[in-house]
């Protein structure tokens, strides 16, 4: 078992749910200590906000220090390669680095460097483990089960790094995963789980997930308006109104509003989108455990 939290693949169901159980921990505010001062590097090389705050806040309560590397004024900008980066600050004495790339698989080039613990804040159109897991966290805490859920994700599936690692652990938890994509962008090779239409999702979903377009992987400009995409394939009011009682709706955020969900919806009682982002960070708390632990060690306090 590797100690690097790349993908949810390798994790067997019995070791997410020990990180869900250490989620819970983290946020009931039972402390932890590593054995170790630790350092850690933020390596972002995309935008984002929640997934680079919630780490950096994971760390902190964590005691770890943290440094959130420029990418935009480092040598990368002077064609140093990812893997001589991490080389650099492990020699400097970085033990972890938390890392969003717009490659696909960019892990492949340093996963081999077993002394640190790299953590996969994004890759691409491939993975997001953080995100996969402070979703089961919410959806845990909620149903206190995954086995029989019916959970929907609409939006851009071909292009959802969300959608593809939620879709994998959720199937096998026991979740039923379906989708509601445009044609041009479903993915029928690489994930998991079948298309159907918003009438169906609406009357079946547990749980409602919406995704944002990622016009940054497209190489085509979208056929759709706002109000076209809405109509078509958005939450609208009239939807929300439909679903099953106990339905709740997520998104990983960023929301574009009026677009994928109606503005009124974004925080409505059934939902859970802040309490996904608030839940990030005991999500990323386990996660820097795991990896940590098999480099140097800890005990709960
Ligand atoms: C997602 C991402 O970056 O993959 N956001 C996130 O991490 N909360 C989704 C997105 O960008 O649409």
Request: charged residues 25%; negative net charge.
């Amino acid at each position: 078992m590797t100690h690097h939290l790349l993908t949810l693949k390798p994790f067997t169901t019995r070791e997410i749910h020990q990180l869900l159980e250490d989620a819970k921990r983290f946020k009931a505010k039972e402390m932890y200590q590593f054995h170790e001062k630790l350092y850690v590097a933020n390596l972002f090389f995309e935008p984002s906000t929640r997934t680079r705050n919630s780490f950096q806040m994971a760390e902190k309560k964590l005691g770890i220090e943290v440094f959130n590397v420029e990418v935009e004024t480092s040598s990368v900008q002077k064609g140093e390669t990812l893997y001589d980066t991490v080389r650099t600050l492990e020699a400097i004495g970085v033990k972890g680095f938390v890392i969003r790339h717009f490659k696909d698989n960019y892990f492949k080039e340093i996963e081999h460097m077993n002394q640190i613990a790299i953590f996969n804040a994004g890759d691409g159109c491939g993975h997001h483990p953080s995100q996969s897991l402070l979703d089961l966290f919410t959806i845990y805490e909620e149903f206190h089960t995954f086995e029989g859920l019916t959970v929907t994700i609409a939006g851009d599936i071909r292009h959802s790094r969300v959608a593809r690692s939620n879709a994998e652990i959720l199937t096998r938890l026991g979740a039923k995963v379906q989708f509601i994509s445009p044609d041009a962008w479903k993915d029928e090779m690489n994930i998991y789980g079948t298309y159907v239409t918003m009438d169906e999702a609406i009357q079946t979903s547990d749980v409602f997930m919406l995704l944002r377009i990622q016009h940054e992987r497209h190489d085509t400009k979208m056929s759709f308006t706002k109000e076209s995409y809405h109509r078509a394939f958005g939450l609208t009011v009239e939807r929300e109104k439909q679903l099953k009682p106990n339905c709740i709706i997520m998104h990983p955020a960023p929301i574009n509003r009026d677009v994928e969900i109606a503005d009124c919806l974004v925080e409505c009682e059934r939902s859970r989108i802040f309490k996904q982002i608030e839940n990030g960070v005991y999500a990323r708390m386990a996660m820097l455990k795991w990896g940590f632990e098999a480099i140097v060690g800890g005990e709960w306090k």
